[in-house]
């Protein structure tokens, strides 16, 4: 089985400064990718970024970037020069491949980080 | 992307009812997601809906229970059965998108008192 443990309940940071979300996961799969999502009050899930594990090149997304250690099962979230908009709960998401077409691709989600970009 | 919509939005229910939450995407799609979001909790898959068969349960979740539709490729119902409060969640619908990332609908908010 998969799991994805966010370790920071929460976490602030003042606009215009930088901060890191940690996320790891534990998994035997080779064949996956990861996903940041983030969730403002709204409840509107949106992808911020993602991460295919055969990559070693890190994601990057405008002001959102990971640092993605495959061996150390690591994959953080790097948000600079903070915006209040940034405000919201960060979920870190694990993706199993699944084979055959009429499968889904399995997520599990990290319990989410609270995020507050203070003013 | 793809657009996804849901109704309602919330509701507030009484103890022993059913609701029926629906699903509607812009676009064609195989799979969709039911999911259940606690409070203060994270994303929890109840089920996958195939059109054209039976939907996939995950541990803890089953049929009498949550039971769906999915008669077409762009639409899907999820149904809370026999609500206790212990069903009071936000409940998204998702599917997959073709970069392999999943889009999310707005939810429905559920209370059971």
């Known amino acids: 089985a998969q799991t994805v443990t966010q370790s920071q309940p929460e976490m602030s940071v003042q606009e215009a400064e930088t901060v890191t979300l940690s996320c790891t996961y534990d998994t035997s799969e080779s064949n996956y990718y990861l996903f940041w999502y983030k969730q403002p009050p709204s409840r509107q899930m949106i992808l911020v970024i993602r991460q295919e594990a055969y990559k070693q090149q890190n994601a990057t997304e405008n002001r959102f970037s990971v640092n993605f250690q495959k061996a150390a099962k690591s994959f953080s979230l790097k948000i600079s020069d903070s915006q209040l908009g940034d405000t919201a709960m960060y979920f870190c998401a694990f993706m199993k491949r699944m084979e055959g077409w009429n499968t889904g691709n399995q997520f599990y989600f990290g319990t989410g980080t609270s995020l507050t970009v203070i003013p | 992307s793809a657009v996804i919509s849901q109704k309602p939005s919330r509701d507030i229910c009484q103890r022993g009812t059913s609701l029926t939450i629906q699903c509607q995407v812009d676009?064609?799609?195989?799979?969709m997601f039911w999911y259940r979001q606690q409070p203060g909790q994270s994303l929890t898959l109840i089920a996958t809906a195939n059109q054209g068969s039976e939907a996939t349960y995950e541990s803890g979740f089953v049929i009498d229970k949550f039971p769906i539709s999915r008669p077409n490729l762009t639409f899907s119902t999820l149904t809370v059965s026999n609500m206790s409060p212990e069903d009071s969640s936000i409940y998204l619908c998702s599917v997959g998108g073709q970069g392999l990332e999943q889009y999310f609908g707005p939810g429905t908010r559920l209370t059971v008192t």
């Open positions: 676009s064609q799609v195989t799979m």
